[in-house]
């Protein structure tokens, strides 16, 4: 998976409670990219970053909030779960914004 | 919203028949076109991209074409194998932004022995 790994890998949790999701990667590679899957939904982007502490919104950030502190960390926390928030998430990096888009393996992610 | 239509959900394609997958989009703005392929349980993998300079690109069984007039773009898989079980999804990127890319909604293959 291009030397990018994800954390935890899968996650149950409670509604209310906050959760933290880590994206690391190996390539230091500048863009990086959060995502969820649902069915019926494809992937839609949540936040990316586009270097350190330089980070917007995407399609469906309401909810999320992002942190890029250094180049091989991006994590992604949601203050307070919801069920409306379980899950796949993916992290993707790319060298460039005109480079491919590489993914990680995912996190599966329950709010009960 | 900027939209990428993929069609159909779901497709079931007997072993060395084709399969095809078809996409539609309305941003004139979009200047990349990829097709990722994602097995379950792992993440999207970049299979064949194209831009919009070109009308066809092949990479051993897998062609996309690409119509601009049209707006539309599609996956061709020859020969289909049982190994080309998976989920597609062609995306689209917005060349006047960030270049972020937009999924369509994805198209599970079934590809019977």
């Known amino acids: 998976d291009a030397g990018i790994t994800q954390s935890p890998r899968h996650k149950v949790t409670e509604t209310g409670t906050p959760v933290t999701l880590r994206c690391h990667q190996t390539?230091?590679?500048?863009?990086m990219y959060w995502y969820r899957q649902d069915p019926g939904h494809g992937l839609r982007l949540i936040h990316y970053?586009?270097?350190?502490?330089?980070?917007d919104k995407g399609e469906v950030s309401d909810g999320y909030s992002v942190s890029r502190s250094k180049t091989e960390d991006f994590l992604l926390t949601l203050e307070s779960a919801t069920s409306s928030q379980t899950s796949v998430y993916f992290c993707?990096?790319?060298?460039?914004?005109?480079?491919?888009?590489?993914f990680g393996p995912g996190t599966r992610l329950t709010v009960l | 919203q900027q939209q990428v239509k993929q069609s159909p959900q779901s497709l079931i394609v007997q072993k060395g028949g084709i399969s095809i997958i078809n996409c539609a989009y309305e941003?004139?703005?979009?200047?990349?076109f990829p097709w990722y392929q994602q097995f379950p349980g792992k993440g999207p993998a970049l299979l064949i991209a194209?831009?919009?300079?070109?009308s066809e690109k092949k990479e051993g069984r897998f062609t996309i074409s690409f119509n601009k007039s049209a707006k539309q773009f599609s996956l061709h898989i020859m020969d289909s194998q049982p190994g080309d079980s998976a989920t597609y999804f062609c995306?689209?990127?917005?060349?006047?932004?960030?270049?972020?890319?937009?999924f369509g909604k994805g198209t599970k293959l079934s590809v019977k022995p």
């Open positions: 941003n004139t703005a979009f200047d990349y």
């Open positions: 995306a689209a990127r917005d060349g006047g932004s960030q270049g972020n890319l937009i």
């Open positions: 993707a990096i790319s060298e460039s914004k005109v480079s491919e888009q590489f």
């Open positions: 194209i831009r919009p300079d070109v």
């Open positions: 970053s586009y270097g350190v502490k330089d980070t």
């Open positions: 390539e230091n590679h500048r863009y």
